[in-house]
């Protein structure tokens, strides 16, 4: 079945600095790829999504690139920010399913 | 935008009652989906419903039922509500074109005491 594994958290990191939260997975065919975000109090909303191999994702100053070979879709940030402080959670669907897998969340806190 | 709105966010309940948890989108989505969220566990899907009246069991359906008489409303049901159903319960929804990108409420939090 299909799975998705990301870094555990918590994630403590200063303001400016490069942000990497892990994510592999394993599917059957050819998944969509999704980061979704969870801000404190609220619900979950697609941060970035990426559909095929090679593919970026893009929003808010974050990025993750679909690699097929290493099964991967790491998030990345070149400078975070405080109120990027959230849990972020990677996710797939495949088969042209409604269904969605997410991982446990990884949960970011910025300090200034 | 969509929204999803649920009809709490935080219920008290005592061990043994019914449990209603309401779930509204005003996009006409045809999916609707339960998840309950804890931590270190992540989400896991308790039902689905991809039509009205039509209803599909998740990873942890045991303990839940659901009920989609209205394609806008999709409402979880605690038959008897135990400890162990303490939790944060998420609705999300989605449409055909997109049926994959999701749309959550902003939780209820539920203590069963």
Redesign the interface.
């Known amino acids: 079945g299909n799975s998705v594994t990301q870094m555990e958290g918590p994630v403590t990191l200063s303001e400016e600095a490069f942000l990497t939260i892990n994510c592999t997975y394993t599917a059957t065919g050819y998944p ?1 790829l ?1 980061w979704y975000v969870q801000y404190p ?6 941060l970035l ?1 990426a559909t095929k191999a090679d593919d970026k994702g893009s929003n808010k100053g974050f990025e993750a690139t679909y690699r097929k070979e290493t099964t991967s879709f790491h998030l990345e940030k070149g400078s975070v920010q405080v109120s990027d402080s959230a849990v972020y ?1 990677c996710a797939l ?1 495949s088969g ?5 897998t ?4 990884t949960k970011l806190q910025v300090i200034p | 935008d969509v929204k999803v709105t649920q009809s709490s966010r935080y219920l008290v309940k005592r061990t043994g009652e019914k449990v209603f948890l309401e779930c509204v989108q005003d996009m006409d989505h045809e999916n609707m989906f339960w998840y309950r969220q804890d931590p270190g566990l992540g989400l896991r899907l308790i039902y689905f419903s991809y039509d009205v009246k039509m209803k599909e069991k998740g990873d942890i359906p045991e303990g839940y039922s659901v009920s989609r008489e209205k394609k806008e409303r999709f409402s979880l049901i605690l038959e008897s509500a135990s400890t162990n159903q303490t939790s944060m319960y998420l609705c999300a929804s989605s449409g055909i074109l997109a049926k994959n990108i999701q749309y959550f409420g902003a939780g209820t939090r539920l203590s069963v005491l």
């Open positions: 969509s999704f109090g609220e619900g979950l909303q697609l999504k959670f669907s042209g399913y409604q269904k969605v997410f991982g446990t969340g």
